[in-house]
């Protein structure tokens, strides 16, 4: 049976007890993947071809205004992922984000998984993001992509901020997934199928036989080490720098300019989220440092 429950919100119960999955799309309006994945299963459910035999799934377009507007939020330098603070459920705000994470946050409340689909502005691999434990690996051992980002001590956003975070405030286990560019649609297929492996492993789908695990002994671990804000005083990347998520840098590299003051890489890293220029702002991230710790 599938509900609307919400704006772009579906509720679909299976016929017996099971666990409870949350499935994002959307949630940065302008990341196309997401937006095809939810609405392929959505019609897949609807039709007859997927049905959900245990549990409840929840499918979900995050932010409808930002998707309508293809841009990452319902206006400039608003970001949905960036409001699933701690009290969210507390909130009054009249900010459309604020108003939609405060809906949605009530699903993730009581939810046991949620698998949130996003993609990069700039070049980049696919990647995770989300805590490492046993828990997460379990989920996302069906996603095809060889490394995780984790943000144990909140870099990201000095706190809970963002879906997967969340649900793990919760106690469940939230996975982000950045699949590849915004606007490149060549994975949804692809996406799809590992999304739905991840049903079948719940048993939440019945299926004969599940496929092999992906990239499973080959994952690379990074963890989020500090994050650039842009000041007064301007940001340029140093010469050849600041194309992508997983560019490397090495102790002592100039990473860019502060003003006139070269910005020094303490530690061997990487860059990840280096903001395209029309969502940089003042006294907010444009770039984070990342350290490769397995
Ligand atoms: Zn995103």
């Known amino acids: 049976m599938i509900e609307t ?3 772009a919100i579906w509720k679909i119960t299976g016929m017996s007890k099971g666990p409870h999955m949350v499935i994002f799309g959307g949630v940065h309006g302008n990341e196309l993947t997401g937006i095809e994945v939810v609405k392929k299963i959505r019609e897949a459910i609807v039709s007859g071809d997927i049905v959900i035999d245990r549990g409840t799934l929840h499918l979900i377009l995050g932010n409808p205004r930002a998707i309508e507007r293809n841009t990452r939020g319902s206006a400039d330098h608003v970001d949905l992922n960036r409001c699933f603070k ?3 459920l507390d909130q009054q705000d009249e900010l459309y984000e604020r108003q939609r994470a405060k809906e949605i946050a009530q699903i993730l409340a009581t939810a046991d998984i949620s698998i949130d689909l996003h993609a990069m502005n700039k070049p980049s691999v696919p990647f995770l993001c989300c805590a490492v434990t ?10 095809d ?5 984790a943000d144990p001590n909140y870099i990201l956003g000095g706190e809970s901020v963002t879906t997967d ?4 405030l919760c106690g469940g286990v939230g996975i982000c997934y950045e699949t590849g560019m915004a606007k490149d649609l060549n994975r949804i297929d692809e996406v799809m199928t590992d999304v739905l492996n991840i049903l079948k492993d719940q048993q939440m789908i019945l299926s004969d036989a599940l496929p092999t695990k ?7 671990i990074y963890e989020l080490v500090h994050a650039i804000n842009l000041t007064e005083a301007g940001f340029q990347y140093a010469d050849g720098r600041g194309a992508g998520s997983f560019e490397e840098f090495r102790m002592g590299d100039v990473i860019g300019y502060v003003g006139e003051d070269p910005l020094i890489a303490e530690f061997d ?3 990840v989220f280096p903001k395209i220029p029309e969502l940089q702002k003042l006294g907010k991230p444009l770039v984070y440092l990342a ?3 397995k």
Do not use: M, P
């Open 145 to 149: 992509c060889d490394r995780v980002l």
């Open 291 to 293: 350290k490769r710790i």
């Open 165 to 168: 975070e969340y649900i793990d």
């Open 134 to 143: 046993e828990a997460h690996e379990k989920i996302y051992q069906w996603l």
């Open 214 to 220: 992906k990239n499973t002994d080959a994952r690379s």
């Open 269 to 271: 890293g990487v860059i």
């Open 5 to 7: 429950t919400g704006e």
């Open 86 to 88: 701690k009290d969210v």
